[in-house]
């Protein structure tokens, strides 16, 4: 069964340091997302990606977001300089498209700022 | 608002049912979703209901949509201890409304006692 697959498992970072989260959606799905959980929190959207282009956005992804589609393939969140209070799990889901298609979740990528 | 609600927490006994409850606030969304989420794994999509259901079956998973008062159930039958974990409801405001991300719950930690 095909399924969204995001590296590293587990990335620790030094405060200030970028760093750059991929995911490799299912290939025929054409929007994109990001969502982040802060340890014991709820799951908060961060960006949507259709298209080459962002879609929609949250107050959460300033100007230390990014996200890129370098290749066709994968799918990656960069943080410029990363805070503290980056320290989250980070999904990355896929969906075919409009209307009825779910969206499919990777298995996270946990940060650790210290 | 974007607020979508659960109880923090439910502890039943094994073979019991659990009832986990969330509220929404978009009377168009589309799609409403309950995901599994383990400790330390990732989202795990158990089941769905479409908006103009009002009641959905799949094995012991019941869920009843009551769409008046935003109102989503998940009702697990003869609950197992494998069902502890995090649960969350999460909303598809769907394509009239102009976006396509998910709004999750806040979660429900469900505690199952052998």
């Known amino acids: 069964e095909p399924e969204v697959t995001q590296t590293p498992s587990h990335q620790v970072t030094q405060m200030g340091q970028e760093v750059i989260l991929r995911c490799v959606p299912i290939?025929?799905?054409?929007?994109f997302y990001w969502y982040r959980q802060i340890l014991g929190q709820k799951v908060e959207f961060l960006v949507s990606?259709?298209?080459?282009?962002?879609?929609?956005k949250s107050e959460i992804f300033d100007d230390q977001f990014s996200v890129e589609r370098p290749d066709g393939s994968n799918f990656t969140l960069k943080i410029r300089s990363t805070k503290l209070e980056d320290s989250a799990m980070y999904f990355c889901a896929s969906r075919p498209g409009q209307g009825n298609s779910e969206a499919f979740f990777g298995q996270g990528t946990r940060l650790t700022v210290v | 608002g974007e607020d979508v609600e659960q109880s923090l927490f439910l502890s039943v006994r094994e073979g019991d049912s659990s009832v986990i409850n969330c509220t929404y606030t978009d009377s168009s969304s589309t799609y409403l979703y309950w995901y599994k989420q383990e400790p330390g794994a990732g989202l795990q999509l158990l089941t769905y209901?479409?908006?103009?259901?009002d009641m959905k079956q799949d094995q012991r998973l019941t869920v009843l949509l009551n769409k008046k008062d935003k109102h989503l159930s998940l009702r697990i039958a003869d609950t197992q201890t494998g069902d502890s974990a995090i649960y969350f409801c999460a909303e598809d405001p769907g394509v009239l409304s102009g976006t396509y991300k998910y709004i999750f719950g806040t979660g429900t930690r469900l505690k199952v006692l052998a």
């Open positions: 290939s025929n799905h054409l929007y």
């Open positions: 990606f259709y298209n080459n282009e962002i879609s929609e």
């Open positions: 209901i479409f908006s103009n259901m």
